[in-house]
């Protein structure tokens, strides 16, 4: 059976269909065969409302299996924590992953919609993995964003890629990497009981 990922897409103008899918496609051949990556399409991309995209991303959650990777990347990445934070998924992932992800909340970006949430960690569902990968060199969400997601979420790893931009260009082994030795933690029953 193929180890199941769900990708949320980042959000502006064309992201699915021009930036993100790079990222997707790039993944894919680092994990290979054995990995199966769903890479919806979330509403409104090139204006993004986080109540939509959490009703959204809810429904692909729910599809999912125990054990499935859940990764967000930029907007999409910050948008995934946080609707995990408000309603936890009914099966344990076997990890979540943010990619250049924006923090939202003090020192990090403001938002009219997604609140701060003090505790975010405890929010999340308990013992499961959480990976922050940002590029050093990110425009979009400078670095700084990785150390206030760590602080937020206590036990979270924090992977700088050094030299990489917002879309981590080149960035995608380093990510695979991480996702595949998730796998046998999973499946030794380490990460099983929620």
Known sequence: MRRQILFI?????????????????????????????????????????????KAAIGREVAKLDAGAVLIGHSLGGTMLVHALAEEPPAARPGAIV????????????????????????????????????????DETAPVGHADLWAAAVPGAVVHRLAGLGHQLEGGMGVVAGVVGSTLPQFELGLSDNP
């Open 9 to 53: 897409q980042g959000g502006g103008a064309d992201v699915h269909d021009a930036w993100d899918d790079k990222l997707v496609d790039a993944l894919q051949h680092e994990l290979g065969p054995d990995y199966a990556i769903d890479y919806p399409r979330m509403p409104g991309e090139d204006d993004p409302h986080y109540p939509a995209w």
């Open 98 to 137: 943010l990619l250049a992800a924006p923090f939202v909340g003090e020192g990090g970006w403001p938002s009219d919609e997604i609140a701060a949430k003090p505790g975010l960690g405890a929010m999340l569902p308990a013992g499961v993995p959480v990976h922050l990968f940002h590029g050093t060199a």
